[in-house]
């Protein structure tokens, strides 16, 4: 099975590669409008419609149109089950197929035109360089990366087996622990009350900043984003530990989690209210990316 983590890398911007962006966008924007004129979600249909008219217009590499016409047909398969206007993107964003750019851990170059490259300068931490190192040492592969005004995604690849289960542990994910019981009987209580605790402390940071400080402000602006990193950082180093421990708990077994299907919809409003810092979903799929990277089987 093949496990994909999508790794941010902050990058120094430069003027080719803001030109990239903006244009990416517009070939986007036209393949929308295109697609929604031929009523059609054919990729084929679209590059046989716009292949020559973007070819001579940007003169890009022919792979910067074929990510650009699946992203097109995405948006345009969304706004057809939702309705609405047209939907036009507005986001500064770019794919690059992996036959595009190389890869040397510290620069990304670019193959945008023949013969033409942009060159990206990659800044980076001790979380991205473990990836980094893994991956040149031959044991991960990268695909298609994403690149915005803010960073490179850069999709790190690995093969794992899974295990031969000798059992399945049962998982109940509640407010202030996580509960399991093995078919052989066995169990194990985690507290996840550090989590929930985190979680309130700042929801109650952007409620007094909500009270003192005008919304839509510089000031409120500057205020909602400082705590809200602050947050999504501590958040994720206590999810990369609990998900370490679950899964060393839980090797050799089946990880099956409670049914969680729907629980949205069916949740009464006050639970909804609380759901918006308790995280219980993402801390599931925290959990899942852990156990399916170790070879754990999950249900």
């Known amino acids: 099975m093949e496990v994909v983590r999508s790794v941010p890398f902050k990058y120094e911007r430069s003027a080719e ?24 979600t054919s990729l084929k249909s679209i590059h046989e419609a716009m292949y020559m008219e973007l070819k001579r217009k940007y003169s890009y590499q022919t792979g910067f149109y074929v990510t650009a016409y699946r992203v097109a047909i995405g948006a345009v398969k969304a706004w057809r089950k ?14 690059v197929s992996p036959l595009a750019y ?10 945008v035109k023949p013969r033409k490259f942009v060159h990206l300068r990659l800044i980076y931490g001790s979380y991205q360089r473990k990836f980094v190192d893994v991956w040149k040492r031959g044991e991960l592969k990268i695909g298609e990366i994403i690149i915005n005004e803010q960073y490179v995604l850069i999709p790190f690849k690995r093969v794992v087996n899974l295990l031969e ?44 900043i909500q009270m003192k400080t005008a919304k839509g402000t510089k000031t409120y602006r500057k205020l909602v984003e400082k705590y809200g990193r602050r947050e999504n950082n501590r958040i994720k180093d206590a999810l990369h530990k609990l998900s370490k421990a679950i899964v060393d708990k839980c090797k050799g077994y ?46």
């Open 17 to 40: 590669i803001d030109k990239l962006l903006s244009d990416y966008r517009e070939i986007v924007n036209a393949c929308i409008k295109k697609l929604v004129e031929l009523r059609t």
């Open 82 to 95: 939702k309705g609405g206007e047209v939907p036009e993107v507005k986001k500064l964003f770019v794919k």
């Open 102 to 111: 190389k890869f040397d851990g510290e620069t990304i170059r670019i193959s």
């Open 165 to 208: 289960p000798k059992g399945a542990i049962a998982l109940d994910i509640n407010e202030e622990n996580i509960t399991a019981l093995a078919t052989d009987g066995g169990s194990f209580v985690i507290n996840t009350s550090e989590i929930k605790r985190i979680r309130s402390a700042y929801f109650e940071k952007r409620r007094r």
């Open 254 to 299: 089946i990880i099956d989690f409670e049914n969680l299907k729907g629980l949205r919809n069916t949740a009464n409003r006050g639970v909804k209210k609380y759901n918006k810092f308790s995280g219980k979903f993402k801390d599931v799929q925290f959990i899942l990316s852990g156990s399916r990277e170790s070879g754990t089987p999950c249900q």
